[in-house]
């Protein structure tokens, strides 16, 4: 019951020997066949040295998404530029379905981001936009052209602009430090939002993204903060005793789910964020927690051992009750619903260890995503295209992200130490 004996006096599982800083490179763990051929062709810049690379920053973006195949550069006919006469009959030999080309030039103290998509067997200019970029947003706006093509291609909004947050830890027992960072969906660009000599839990994004709630033991005892990210203001919710933990908003950011046990065993209750009443949903003598709102907020899904081993369950705010959910296997944990709510993603036990796995609600049917055999904590990008969670590579946590589908997967870039918790961000604009 890895995730529920956390919670219940095994927090400092994070504990880890030191380690090396990790090179800020993305890993690809796989690649999917039936992914769409685009060649993104290396933006042109008159001779001048950027200091981002934004076309290879969207051919990451779109390979990650595992939707996409870029082809490689040695393949690609000639460097095409905005403007250009493009040869499509030379293109089609190289079999890609779709080219990017763009320029970016110096503008002011930014620059000025030129792209086009060209539709290559279609013989047409489905895109075109003029991108301005402050001196140090070229990584971000290479995340919004990214974002666009994926939309035109697809039709489904990209997440390329979004963030996730992650708890790291380092040190040997017991002078561990730990700290929360916040941190590019594709792992550049972190940022240190608290550093702690006490465990760091559970964080979990406001629906406006612009907070950050979470599990602190800085107190001496667990305790959930709610922080500000612009600001740094911190809000302490709750410091019962015995367990505070795995706080979930909900959907209009107006109510919080969480686990607590100052009434016995540790139960979902629902905080009121502005009067701070509480609601008891769950009152047995099983564990009961990670609850995870409904997208339309009329349900939670928590996991629970009532029935002798983890399971996922629903409980429905109109009928109050709860009913079991997972029946697949014996051990199913870390429930999160899909962002169309027609999926639950979840931690489910396999003979090949604990690994991401999917189950469509309408025909319970489970299917496993990760080939990894130490997984936890998935969270899922606000399109409902990636899973980002924990993992083992090695004897170091590092966080992995598979595609919805279970086709693609890669090794996020994260600083140094053991990395836990990740959550994902919701669209930020």
């Known amino acids: 019951m890895r995730r529920l004996v956390a919670l219940t006096g095994m927090l400092m599982m994070l504990v880890a020997s030191a380690y090396a800083r990790a090179e800020l490179n ?32 969207i051919e990451n973006d779109l390979r990650n998404s595992g939707q996409f195949s870029p082809l490689p550069r040695d393949r690609q006919v000639g460097n095409p530029a905005p403007g250009d006469q493009i040869d499509y009959q030379a293109w089609q030999a190289s079999r890609a379905n779709y080219l990017v080309v763009g320029r970016v030039e110096p503008n002011g103290n930014g620059y000025r981001i030129t792209y086009e998509l060209h ?31 994926f939309e035109k291609i697809t039709g489904i909004r990209g997440a390329f602009q979004t963030r996730i947050a992650y708890i790291t830890s380092q040190g040997i027992d017991p002078n561990i430090s730990f700290a929360l960072y916040v941190a590019d969906q594709d792992g550049y660009n972190p940022q240190q939002v608290l550093t702690s000599n006490q465990p760091v839990l559970s964080p979990t994004w406001s629906p406006d993204g612009g907070k950050l709630a979470y599990v602190s033991f800085e107190s001496g005892r667990p305790a959930i903060y709610v922080q ?38 540790p139960d979902i209750y629902v905080m009121d964020l502005a009067t701070r009443n509480l609601e008891r ?20 899904i928590f996991t629970s051992d009532r029935s002798g081993q983890p399971q996922l369950y629903r409980y429905d705010f109109a009928a109050g009750q709860a009913q079991r959910l997972t ?77 919805a589908d279970g086709r693609a997967s890669f090794v996020i870039p994260s600083p140094e130490g053991n990395v836990r918790e990740p959550a994902w961000s919701p669209f930020l604009n």
């Open 228 to 265: 500000d990210l612009a600001t740094g203001r911190r809000l302490q919710l709750t410091s019962f005793t015995g367990i505070n933990g795995a706080p979930a908003w909900s959907p209009d950011g107006r109510k919080m789910a969480m686990s607590l046990s100052k009434d016995g065993t």
């Open 281 to 300: 949903l769950t009152n047995n003598s099983a564990i009961n927690t990670e609850p995870d709102y409904s997208p339309d907020g009329s349900s939670l």
């Open 26 to 57: 993305i890993q690809i763990t796989r690649s999917s066949d039936q992914a769409i051929p685009i060649a993104i062709a290396p933006f042109t810049a008159n001779g001048q040295q950027l200091p981002q690379d934004v076309s290879q920053i």
């Open 327 to 403: 029946f697949t296997g014996n051990y199913n944990a870390g429930g999160h619903y899909s962002p169309d709510g027609e999926t639950v993603f979840m931690v489910t036990r396999t003979d090949r260890g604990y690994q991401v796995a999917k189950q469509d609600l309408a025909t319970n049917r489970v299917t496993v995503l990760t080939d990894t055999g130490w997984d936890e904590a998935p969270a899922i990008a606000p399109n409902g295209t990636m899973v980002v969670y924990a993992t083992q590579q090695g004897t170091r946590g590092v966080l992995g992200a598979v595609s």
């Open 119 to 149: 539709d290559i067997f279609g013989n047409a200019r489905e895109l075109g936009e003029v991108v301005t970029s402050g001196p140090d947003q070229l990584r971000s706006r290479a995340h919004y052209v990214a974002d666009q093509i």
